[in-house]
């Protein structure tokens, strides 16, 4: 499969020098002022403006595949809070849909492909798609580029293989997973093939957003918690590897771009995960963070390709239903759990940073005057930490 994505043009790298640098810095383990925070599902139902909008589009899809409301939509959440980093709006399952499966989101049911993959068959017929078909998708990053004007840096992303084939393979959101982890007992080389042609598709589709100016890039691995230890080093780990393997390195302003990998229930696995090479760890919140930073800090010689991950996370999305004053010491909790970040910077090393996030995506029915309340939190009190341990250091 050759990289189809569109030859930039030499004006898609006229953008605009970005003005905040804490997201990428945390993410390359670098010292920052104050603790970076972005939210995932930032841009969506808990909106009123997001609901406006998918109105006037007519569906999740006309909202995703329309440059100019996929950019609007990206922004609304910056409109509103002082984020450090923007996500592109778009979904998971744009890659399978590419593939041919044939995706609907229905109104409070969540997507639906047509076509699911269930036999030998329907397996031997899938194949990396064409990015062209993906189009959209770019364009959209670009446009987003643009309209950000420098303000935050933007994170592109993709489901990873095995969060993809969960749904390729059970036709929707499922309880149990009881289809695929049929087909990985019964004919795991079945899933095998799928998988391979998943993490060679999402790899395509990330280096395609990566080219049209993504200056990030987060695998989402939703479901790779479902799976039993063993299962989720061989059927989700070593396919998230296999991506991670084909990404590139750089971004269309020459910058160093970094890799999120986030597994929903991966916390056992922490050690397992240490050994991806990216740049950021993402976990939920059954995570203590001052016990993965300790893990993290501890890698024992330079094995790992990067040595020391940041870490990003970890609130329970409930916390945001809770009146401002609960959030507010829960932000601290989360922020005491981690620690004061290292501030000092010797020979270049790499320490790990947080980067503040939910530990899973925002609720439609949060209050959105809590997320402000929330942002202020981490910026404050993250700020209070590093001049309260300077002084103490003093
Ligand atoms: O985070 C953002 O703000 C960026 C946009 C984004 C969406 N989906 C928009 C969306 C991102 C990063 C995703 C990722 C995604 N999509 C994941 C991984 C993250 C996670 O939540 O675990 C998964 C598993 C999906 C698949 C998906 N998309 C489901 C199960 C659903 C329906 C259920 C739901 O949460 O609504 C979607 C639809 C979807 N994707 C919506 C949004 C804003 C809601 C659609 C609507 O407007 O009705």
């Known amino acids: 499969m050759t ?20 997201f990428l810095r945390a993410c390359l383990g670098q010292a920052t002022n104050y603790t970076p925070v972005w939210l995932m599902r930032q841009a969506g139902r808990y909106l009123p403006e997001y609901r406006a909008l ?11 595949t329309n440059v100019d409301y996929a950019t609007e939509v990206t922004l609304q ?17 744009t890659v399978p849909d590419a593939m041919g499966l044939g995706l609907t989101f229905q109104p409070n049911e969540g997507p639906q492909f047509a076509h699911p993959v269930r036999d030998e068959y ?16 770019f364009d959209a990053v670009r446009s987003i580029r643009h309209a950000l004007q420098g303000r935050v840096p933007l994170i592109g992303f993709a489901g990873s293989p095995w969060t993809l084939a969960c749904y390729m393979v059970e036709g929707q959101s499922s309880a149990d997973y009881a289809t695929i982890k049929t087909l990985l ?13 998943n993490a060679d ?9 990566i080219d049209a100016g993504a200056q990030a890039v987060m695998l989402f691995d939703s479901w790779g918690g479902v799976l039993a230890d063993g299962a989720f080093q061989t059927f989700s780990l070593a396919y998230t590897a296999r991506v991670l393997q084909q990404l590139r390195r750089t971004g269309a302003d020459g910058q160093p771009v970094p890799r999120i990998v986030f ?11 240490r050994a991806l090479d990216c740049d950021v760890l993402g976990v939920d919140w059954t995570v203590n963070l001052g016990a993965a930073r300790q893990l993290l800090n501890n890698s024992g010689g330079q094995t790992a ?24 010491a829960e932000v601290q909790r989360t922020l005491a759990a981690f620690g004061t970040p290292d501030t000092t910077h010797e020979n270049g090393q790499r320490s790990c940073q947080l980067i503040f996030n939910l530990g899973h995506g925002i609720k439609q029915n949060t209050p959105p005057e809590h997320v402000a309340a929330l942002v202020q939190a981490v910026h404050a009190h993250s700020r209070q930490m590093r001049q309260a341990s300077r002084s103490s250091a003093a």
């Open 201 to 209: 598709s999402v790899a395509a589709y990330l280096n395609a957003q």
């Open 3 to 22: 990289d189809s994505s569109p030859p930039a043009l030499s004006s898609d790298h006229a953008f605009a020098p970005l003005r905040n640098d804490t």
């Open 305 to 328: 390709p990067s040595a020391r991950q940041s870490l990003q996370g970890n609130l329970d999305p409930a916390v945001l239903l809770a009146p401002p004053a609960v959030i507010k």
């Open 185 to 197: 007992y019964s004919r795991p080389d079945l899933l095998h093939r799928l998988l391979a042609t």
């Open 54 to 64: 998918r109105a006037q589009a007519g569906s999740f899809m006309g909202l995703a």
């Open 77 to 93: 959440p910056l409109e509103r809070y002082p984020l450090d980093a923007a996500i592109l709006f778009s979904d998971i399952l």
């Open 122 to 137: 329907d397996v031997a017929r899938l194949a990396v798609p064409d990015m062209d078909r993906l189009r959209y998708v």
């Open 263 to 273: 597994t929903k229930g991966g916390g056992p696995w922490l050690a397992a995960m």
